[in-house]
């Protein structure tokens, strides 16, 4: 079940959203009514979220409101890793909390929170359980990152790359399962929070992981999770084979699904952080999803799922 639609990811962070050509993020606010209102007329009992901030930023809030973009929002979330990129410790938890609820009285949400592996795997071990102490109970949702670690093969999205030294690498390593799926000690104590706290596991292109990752997490009871369906993927052939198979697959949990990535062919610039050319055609594509995988018969209704929330 699909339970909320994201509207991208980390919006204000520069290797999600080009700041040079959206200085002032009312290109990404006109996408975002625009997305909003194309996801209610689906689904008018479907939660929109803000796609999570990073870094935590109340201003970024009022600078939303300010060009309207809250107005078609039900949630706002946020990202935050103060073991590994952000300059604040993880005992500030609650007080990043108190700075969005202080600017919007919308549910919040963490949707990405996690320790790396990089220096050791014992600081992931206290890392989440600190995390837990602080944030259950703090939030209504708190979507882990990650199930598995990022393969080295593969790259990490960010704007400088390698050039970003050790900051860069620490994507590589944030998973409870290491790249070729054997378990770090954290994943055992992430068992006894998976009902109170769900997962964040995106899922690339016919992701070879796919299958493996539902059997972990079915093991380990979790009962929610993030991902994301990418606009600019919608465009490789049999993508929608792909949309399909991805999403039968997480049918038995309570799915936050994101709608991001700019398709280089659809940017003012030719990069997947670029505003589109034209927002409707990002709002069409939330539109075409919502109508395939979370039509409005089979959700309840949005006060009902934000009260359990």
């Given at each position: 079940?699909?339970?909320?639609a994201?509207?991208?990811?980390e919006p204000?962070n ?5 700041p040079e050509?959206?200085?002032d ?14 996801i209610?007329?689906e689904?008018?009992?479907l ?5 999570g ?8 809030i009022k600078k939303?409101?300010s060009?309207?973009?809250m ?7 946020v ?18 909390i108190?700075?969005i ?20 795997e014992?600081?992931q ?16 949702k708190?979507?882990?990152?990650s199930?598995?670690d990022?393969?080295?093969a593969?790259?990490a ?14 994507h590589f390593?944030m998973?409870?399962?290491r790249?070729?799926g ?24 016919e992701?070879?992981?796919?299958d493996?990752a539902?059997?972990w ?11 994301g369906l990418s606009?600019?993927?919608?465009f490789?052939?049999?993508a929608m ?6 999403m039968?697959a997480l049918a038995d949990?309570?799915v936050?699904v ?8 659809r940017g003012?610039?030719p990069h997947?952080?670029?505003a ?8 069409e594509f939330c539109a ?22």
């Open positions: 079940m699909i339970e909320a994201m509207i991208w990811n204000n520069k290797s999600h959203w080009d050509i959206d200085p993020w009312k290109l990404f606010s006109d996408m975002v009514i625009a997305a909003g209102q194309a209610k007329g689904n008018p009992n939660p929109r979220v803000l796609g901030i990073s870094p935590i930023d109340p201003g970024f939303l409101e060009h309207g973009a107005e078609h929002l039900d949630v706002v979330a990202h935050g890793f103060p073991l590994d990129w952000n300059l604040w410790q993880i005992h500030e938890w609650p007080a990043k108190d700075e609820r202080a600017v919007t009285d919308k549910p919040i949400w963490v949707s990405e929170v996690g320790i790396s592996t990089f220096g050791a014992e600081v071990v206290w890392g989440l359980n600190r995390t837990a102490e602080l944030l259950i109970g703090k939030v209504p708190i979507h882990w990152y199930l598995y990022l393969p080295r593969w790259e999205t960010t704007r400088h790359r390698e050039a970003e030294g050790s900051s860069y690498y620490r390593y998973g409870l399962l790249e070729d054997t378990p770090k000690p954290a994943l055992e104590e992430y068992a006894k929070y998976a009902s109170q706290m769900g997962l964040c596991q995106w899922f690339h292109f992701d070879h992981r796919l493996d539902v059997t997490m079915k093991r380990l009871g979790v009962k929610y999770l993030r991902t606009w600019a993927d919608s490789r052939p049999n084979d792909w949309f399909d198979r991805q039968e949990f309570d936050t994101t709608f991001c990535f700019t398709p280089e062919h003012i610039a997947h952080t670029s589109p050319q034209v927002k409707e055609e990002f709002a075409t999803m919502i109508r395939r995988y979370a039509p409005a018969s089979q959700s309840a209704p949005a006060s009902k799922v934000l009260e359990v929330l």
